[in-house]
């Protein structure tokens, strides 16, 4: 359960900062 919640969190962090950049 917690490495899901972690791997969730990682891939959202990933996707803001992709954003960003765009």
């Given at each position: 359960m917690a490495d899901e919640m972690s791997e969730e969190a990682l891939i959202?962090?990933?996707k803001k900062e992709r954003k960003?950049?765009?």
């Open positions: 959202q962090r990933h960003e950049l765009q």
